[in-house]
Every structure is written in C-alpha cells, then in structure tokens.
C-alpha cells in the first residue's frame, strides 16, 4: 500500500503560481509512475499530468501545458507540480495519484486532495 499525501494548495490570483506537493509513505515512489488529477465543482475528476518511474517521461493535459510542470525526487519519496500562470478554470481539488497508468491515465493509489482556487 502507498499513502499519499497533499499539501501546497491556497488562495490565490489569476496569474499566480502555487506549487503543489505530494508525500508517501508505505512503499518506495520509484516503484511507479505519479501523476496529478484534478476535479473542478460540478465535473468528472480528470488528468492533468503524470511522471514515469525515473522521472524522464512526462504528459500534460493540453489545458495545463506549458504552465505546469511536474517533477518527482525518488529519494525524498515526494512528487511536486509546479503551476504557473494559474487561471480561475484550474481551480479545483488536486489529488496526487500512485501507480497512474499512463496510457488509460487510471491510477491505483490516491491522496485526499488539496483545494486550489483561483481568483480573477
């Protein structure tokens, strides 16, 4: 088992940037590719990037491309994504996720969330 845990998220004003955070715990990160989701009110949880194993393979969601950025470091066990240029439609709850698959970009392990909410 993997526990996820979030952390970074805020208020915050279009044009902004946060940077979101994800701790595990129970078993090695390197073991899996990691990714971010995201639910905004009202919609269906969707993809927004994930990480292969090692860290050398990435894909983004055509929304966030070019202002996110996710990065992982196997020796802290933690994942990070990076949001510049924050806009009031990424507000949402953002959820790491373990073991993403990254061709049905369906994961196994999820954390509790964290709220991003972007004021205009």
């Known amino acids: 088992q993997v526990q996820l845990v979030e952390s970074g998220g805020g208020l915050v004003q279009a044009g902004d940037s946060l940077r979101l955070s994800c701790a595990a715990s129970?078993?090695?990160?390197?073991?899996?590719?990691m990714g971010w989701f995201r639910q905004a009110p009202g919609k269906e949880r969707e993809f927004v990037a994930d990480?292969?194993?090692?860290?050398?393979?990435?894909s983004y969601a055509d929304s966030v491309k070019g202002r996110f950025t996710i990065s992982r470091d196997n020796a802290k066990n933690m994942v990070s994504l990076q949001m510049n240029m924050l806009k009031p439609e990424d507000t949402a709850v953002y959820y790491c996720?373990?073991?993403?698959?990254?061709?049905?970009?369906?994961?196994?392990?999820w954390g509790r969330g964290t709220q991003v909410t972007v004021s205009s």
């Open positions: 996720a373990g073991a993403v698959s990254v061709v049905s970009k369906t994961a196994v392990y």
């Open positions: 129970g078993r090695a990160l390197s073991n899996y590719n």
């Open positions: 990480i292969s194993w090692s860290g050398t393979a990435t």
